[in-house]
């Protein structure tokens, strides 16, 4: 197959533009691109993944509300990185499906990592007061709040832990590789068409890769939000709650198909 020239914009610009052409592009509606049939495709290729998405995200403002104005005027260590923590969680979540139903698969990748230590990090801020105060003053790593989970894990059960700590590892090395600039990045830039391969700036459809990227997105995000349940539960409504243990088996039902 040969390679064509470098489009820009995807499928906004079937034709494409050669590099070597003068382009002029508006920086403001690049980055605050209108909705358009990427953005619809790629939304559709989610199914429920997507409804799924908006209830989460309806959630995690409100914990984040919730938790804020129960801290008060004087919040403990634990409550301060907690709230920091479920703000960027929430920023990270919902740019990430932005990036993810824009096609910006190669961009919305690196996004992964820190999805995964912002829910590791609020997990031990959330539970432990000395370990937020670490946090505050930028000595608490991810890693080791990830392996507090596992200790957590094993302190009820054995295997459990076991079991949870070689996936946490498979998690996180595959993270680690997206969150550093590889060929992966560069492969998830390409559309085949005709036999010709070109590399697309710019967003593009990609309904396989869109679902792919969406379910560990989604799988974080309700990492994040059963830790605020598990230790902000006071601060949380009993509608909060069962909202959320509403969407259990639509999550699992989603994540297995």
Request: include cysteine; glycine fraction near 6%.
């Amino acid at each position: 197959m040969s390679s064509s020239a470098c489009a820009i914009g995807g499928c906004r610009r079937r034709e494409g533009i050669r590099m070597t052409q003068a382009v002029h592009l508006s920086l403001q509606n690049l980055i605050a691109a209108p909705w358009g049939p990427i953005e619809e495709e790629n939304r559709q290729a989610l199914g429920d993944g997507w409804e799924l998405a908006e209830t989460f995200v309806s959630l995690h403002a409100e914990a984040a509300m919730r938790i804020s104005a129960a801290a008060g005027p004087t919040p403990s260590n634990s409550d301060q990185a907690t709230i920091l923590l479920a703000c960027h969680g929430m920023n990270l979540f919902v740019a990430t499906m932005g990036l993810i139903v824009r096609g910006l698969f190669d961009v919305s990748a690196h996004l992964m990592r820190g999805l995964m230590d912002t829910w590791s990090l609020l997990y031990a801020c959330a539970s432990r007061d000395e370990l937020a105060a670490r946090y505050l003053n930028a000595t608490l790593k991810a890693s080791e709040a990830r392996q507090l989970l596992v200790d957590d894990l094993r302190s009820r059960e054995q295997a459990l832990g076991d079991d949870y700590e070689s996936r946490l590892k498979d998690d996180a090395d595959a993270a680690n590789d997206l969150a550093h600039v590889k060929l992966l990045h560069g492969d998830k830039l390409v559309t085949v068409e005709e036999g010709r391969i070109t590399p697309v700036a710019g967003g593009r459809i990609d309904r396989g890769e869109a679902r792919t990227q969406s379910k560990p997105a989604l799988e974080t995000e309700r990492w994040l939000l059963v830790s605020l349940k598990a230790f902000r539960k006071n601060a949380l409504s009993e509608a909060w709650a069962s909202r959320f243990d509403e969407t259990t088996s639509r999550f699992v039902h989603h994540m297995r198909s």
